[in-house]
């Protein structure tokens, strides 16, 4: 998500960070993302026990703050008086109303060559070659025990944050109340409802000692840390990786490390699937493409189609898990296929784009 191969600014990263947490499914699937706007409602877990409690976490919240702080108190199990001084001492944040605020105009054209080269530029590659170096040992144990592989864990933590260079400054408290209470798209409520879910999060992370609401910043969507967790996906997904006894995503590689292979492997990654199948295309793959963020696709199906492989008894054989996918470029009227295995459709849980998961394929062959 950068705007030039020379230099980054702030505001390059912030247009390609995303932040883990749940697909806005409501959106276009193969859409060029937003910055942080897409990814703050709840997360969905494969668990059962997590989605019971994503379930109980996306139940709708008041809009009276009054209300809001007392079901908020009920909810979690948090004195009223904690809840109600945490809410009282939230801003507005006018930036973050203008950043998040719908545009106006005309819908950029979506180029995913565009989009793969700000990902792939210089700065990052060379950030990404040290941190995969320093933390070698760290990525090979998690590797082994999470099954993701290490070069797609360090790929999305430079994407997001450029290995922890652009974290965001904004205060978390004054963006998720901004966002819960005054957002400035009204056309969207559900919109507002996920960010008052993320808030209520955010309180009981501050009540447990595990986040200062009063302190933590990230971005203007309520992301924090190196991985860009939002609250949610901290309470369910975060790991104590250096086993301090704390979770510190802002400071700890190691803890960032943890909770993404986690996440990931929550949210249905495959130990030893590749994440694009080794396979010819079909015949005609835009009668097959995928337009949303779950695989539909049987291999068999795929061979109907006329799809080849030289590659036997693969996991992505097995089952519905593969889908065609289509990395358009609007700007040159090119369309590229590919055939996206369930591990692609893991990383679109990290931010709904197909676009995003490609580049993050593409930029950890290259950390590879």
């Not at 009223?80 to 054209?109: E, Y």
């Not at 099954?147 to 004054?174: A, C, H, N, Q, W």
């Not at 949610?232 to 802002?250: K, N, T």
């Amino acid at each position: 998500m950068k705007l030039s191969n020379l230099l980054l600014t702030p505001l390059t990263v912030m247009v390609l960070s995303a932040c883990a947490g749940t697909p806005d499914t409501s959106a276009p699937a193969n859409r060029q993302p937003q910055p942080d706007t897409h990814k703050v409602a709840t997360n969905t877990a494969a668990s059962s026990s997590s989605a019971v409690s994503a379930d109980f976490e996306s139940r709708p919240l008041s809009a009276n703050q009054n209300e809001f702080i007392q079901e908020v108190a009920e909810r979690y199990q948090i004195p009223q008086q904690h809840v109600s001084n945490l809410v009282h001492s939230a801003q507005i944040n006018s930036q973050t109303q203008r950043l998040m605020a719908p545009s106006s105009k005309a819908r950029v054209k979506r180029s995913w060559t565009t989009y793969r080269n700000r990902v792939m530029d210089p700065i990052r590659v060379r950030g990404g070659q040290s941190f995969m170096q320093r933390n070698a040992s760290t990525l090979r144990q998690v590797e082994q025990h999470y099954g993701v592989p290490k070069e797609i864990i360090g790929s999305i933590i430079g994407v997001e944050t450029v290995y922890g260079k652009y974290m965001g400054d904004f205060r978390l408290l004054d963006a998720l109340y901004t966002l819960g209470f005054y957002h400035p798209d009204p056309n969207r409520p559900d919109r507002h409802q996920s960010f008052r879910n993320q808030l209520a999060a955010l309180i009981k992370l501050d009540h447990q000692g595990k986040l200062s609401a009063q302190n933590e910043l990230g971005s203007f969507a309520g992301a924090t840390g190196l991985p860009q967790f939002m609250p949610i996906s901290i309470m369910h997904f975060a790991v104590d990786g250096d086993g301090d006894g704390r979770i510190d995503l802002r400071h700890s590689e190691v803890d960032a490390i943890h909770s993404v292979a986690n996440f990931l492997v929550k949210h249905g990654w495959q130990r030893g699937m590749p994440v694009f199948a080794p396979a010819s295309l079909p015949s005609n793959p835009a009668a097959v493409e995928g337009k949303g963020l779950e695989p539909t696709l049987t291999w068999q199906e795929l061979q109907a189609q006329g799809s080849t492989s030289k590659v036997a008894n693969a996991t992505w054989q097995n089952g519905r898990v593969l889908g065609v996918i289509n990395l358009m470029d609007e700007t040159s009227g090119r369309n590229e296929y590919r055939i996206a295995t369930q591990n692609f459709f893991a990383i679109t849980k990290y931010n709904n784009s197909y676009f995003y998961a490609a580049s993050v394929a593409d930029f950890a062959e290259t950390l590879k």
